[in-house]
């Protein structure tokens, strides 16, 4: 969106009349993931060290990082992107929410396409229109409301502003003359364990939209040439603060090289 998060805290100013407060980062506690997460996680070595050493800088400016388990806590409440939990399917589908179908993309190609079809859009993909099927919207509320809990308990059992991880776990993939490959593209390989891209590239980037909350990721190193993001959530409603401590992280993480495209 912006080079610098002062940029990104100007554009939410004038959007929303709320200027970003200055934080001091030796007042914050920021949560991060223990170090089985690291270990155990499918997170590229490359990228662990970078968000490692932008912990680093974060600790002897004198921010207190406090483990927490990543997993078990923050992860568990939206589940994958593959094996969503039902907080994370109604959130992102439910409460009688319009459901798209090849017949609402056609309705569209229509209006704002024309010389394109459905088909050539899926490609050599199967057309699938099979609908997913909701509890009462009453009960979705409850199961939301149980998720909105259980993600509050984090910062409040821990007393932080804000967690902390990378934003996407391996750095930006190459793209190929023939295309992606369908559906999760290509298999690659981190710490000796093969999976799919798209598997591992998004993992972490649903879960503040499943909640509500805000997202930063802020630029915090090079790896193999290429950006590593370091993402910051907080509690919704907290935008303003979060972007006031992504300012003061910035500044202690400095600004990054431009990727070498060797």
Not at 40 to 47: L, W
Not at 108 to 130: C, F, K, S
Not at 132 to 154: D, G
Request: aromatic letters at 6%.
């Amino acid at each position: 969106m912006a080079r610098t998060v002062s940029d990104v805290a100007f554009l939410d100013t004038l959007i929303t009349g709320e200027a970003a407060p200055t934080v001091d980062l030796r007042a914050a506690r920021i949560a991060v993931p223990r170090p089985d997460y690291w270990e155990r996680g499918d997170v590229d070595p490359g990228v662990a060290d970078v968000i490692l050493q932008a912990f680093a800088k974060l600790r002897e400016a004198g921010c207190t990082l406090v483990e927490i388990d990543f997993e078990g806590e923050v992860k568990s409440i939206v589940g994958t992107l593959f094996q969503p939990t039902p907080a994370s399917v109604f959130a992102g589908e439910g409460m009688d929410a319009p459901q798209p179908t090849s017949l609402t993309m056609a309705r569209w190609l229509r209006e704002h396409a024309p010389d394109v079809t459905v088909e050539q859009m899926y490609g050599d993909r199967p057309i699938r229109d099979g609908r997913r099927s909701f509890p009462p919207v009453e009960e979705q509320v409850r199961v939301l409301k149980e998720a909105a809990r259980r993600y509050a308990e984090i910062y409040r059992s821990h007393g932080v502003l804000a967690v902390a991880f990378p934003t996407a776990p391996i750095v930006a993939t190459p793209i190929r003359p023939s295309g992606p490959k369908e559906p999760l593209g290509e298999l690659i390989t981190i710490k000796g364990k093969q999976v799919e891209e798209g598997r591992v590239v998004a993992q972490n980037l649903f879960i503040a939209p499943r909640v509500g909350a805000p997202a930063l990721s802020i630029p915090a190193g090079l790896s193999q040439g290429l950006p590593v993001g370091l993402e910051l959530d907080a509690l919704p409603g907290n935008d303003s603060k979060l972007l006031g401590l992504g300012v003061a992280a910035q500044v202690v993480i400095g600004r990054i090289p431009p990727p070498s495209f060797s």
